[in-house]
């Protein structure tokens, strides 16, 4: 158990569709983390919370909205995606942000998203 | 631009030989390289984190090595097995926001 959850592990949605993914860490980091993976690319880190203040912006399209409610929690607010959307989506925390302090990321399993 | 990279994108190695991993990355103004493993449609976990003040980590069967100065870093495993097959990736954190992660080496241990 790598100590960070996310829900659905799953999940399948028409371009007008919204959805929400979950991500929980029981780890009592400060930051938390949205990553996208492609197939064939490299991680693309999304969003970065510290202290639940988003502090950097990937320029990522703003069908996706992050929310952060506290330290614990990270939701991804989906709303009409494109198929080139369809990937990985894996939420990771950290006891420091990079750039400071300890900053060792741990992920979860992510939610594997189809975009019909 | 600061870029990571891994080659070969895939390795094939008999049970129970040593082999190396390579990550190379263009910006020697590193802050901490971290290696990760990542089995196929799950997350990564985190194998070993190096800061730039250190030369390598162990951890039982893996080293890892960080190289500022020729912009490199190996991952070494020893005695392999086939519990061992996996995608391996390397990720540079160059001080700001980010870790910047290279797409990864597809391991497979042969029986």
């Known amino acids: 158990e790598t100590g960070v959850t996310q829900t659905p592990r799953h999940l399948v949605m028409g371009m007008t569709n919204k959805k929400s993914l979950k991500c929980e860490q029981h780890?009592?980091?400060?930051?938390m983390y949205w990553y996208k993976q492609s197939a064939k690319k490299p991680l693309e880190l999304m969003f970065v919370?510290?202290?639940?203040?988003?502090?950097e912006n990937n320029s990522v399209p703003s069908r996706f909205s992050p929310e952060c409610p506290n330290s614990s929690h990270l939701f991804l607010h989906l709303h009409t995606l494109q198929p080139e959307d369809s990937a990985l989506y894996l939420c990771a925390s950290s006891q420091d942000p990079p750039g400071a302090g300890y900053n060792e990321q741990f992920f979860g399993p992510g939610t594997r998203l189809t975009v019909l | 631009k600061q870029e990571v990279t891994q080659i070969p994108a895939a390795l094939s190695v008999p049970e129970g030989e040593n082999l190396v991993l390579n990550c190379s990355f263009t910006d020697s103004a590193i802050y901490n390289l971290q290696w990760f493993r990542q089995d196929p449609g799950k997350g990564l976990t985190s194998l070993l984190l190096i800061q730039s003040s250190q030369r390598e980590q162990t951890s039982g069967r893996l080293n890892a090595s960080l190289d500022k100065s020729s912009g490199r870093s190996t991952l070494y495993i020893a005695a392999s097995q086939p519990g061992d097959s996996a995608t391996y990736l390397c990720a540079s954190n160059f001080g700001n926001e980010k870790l910047t992660f290279g797409t990864g080496t597809r391991l497979t241990i042969i029986p």
């Open positions: 780890l009592g980091h400060n930051a």
């Open positions: 919370y510290n202290f639940k203040e988003q502090t």
